[in-house]
Nanobody, 115 residues
C-alpha cells in the first residue's frame, strides 16, 4: 500500500519560513520523481517544484529563489524549504510521487501566510 504523508504546514507571518516534509512508503522511493503542488481556494492545483530521481530540480517562476526542494532517499522523504513567504503562497501543499506515468498523492498540508 502506497502512502505519502505530508507534514510541516501551519500559520506563518509574511517573510517567515516553513519546511514541509513528505514521507513515502510502499514505493521504491529512489526511483520516483517527487513533486510539490499547491492549491489555493478557488484556483487550480499548480506545480511548485520538482526533484527527479537523479536529483535534478525545477521550480515555478513564482517560487524561484525562495523555495528549495530536496530529497533524502535513505529516509524516503522529500522536503520543501520555503523562505520569504508571501500571503499569495497560502494554499494546501501536496506531495506527488511519479514513475513511468504512475502517480500517487498525499493528503495535503495547509500553509497559511498572514499577519
Amino acid at each position: 500500500q502506497v502512502q505519502l504523508v505530508e507534514s510541516g504546514g501551519g500559520l506563518v507571518q509574511p517573510g517567515g519560513s516553513l519546511r514541509l516534509s513528505c514521507a513515502a512508503s510502499g514505493i521504491i522511493f529512489s526511483m520516483y520523481d517527487m513533486d510539490w503542488y499547491r492549491q489555493a481556494p478557488g484556483k487550480q492545483r499548480e506545480l511548485v517544484a520538482v526533484i527527479t530521481s537523479p536529483g535534478r530540480t525545477t521550480y515555478a517562476d513564482s517560487v524561484k529563489g525562495r523555495f528549495t526542494i530536496s530529497r533524502d532517499n535513505a529516509k524516503n522523504t522529500v522536503y520543501l524549504q520555503m523562505n520569504s513567504l508571501k500571503p499569495e503562497d497560502t494554499a494546501v501543499y501536496y506531495c506527488n510521487a511519479n514513475f513511468l506515468k504512475v502517480g500517487y498523492w498525499g493528503q495535503g498540508t495547509q500553509v497559511t501566510v498572514s499577519s
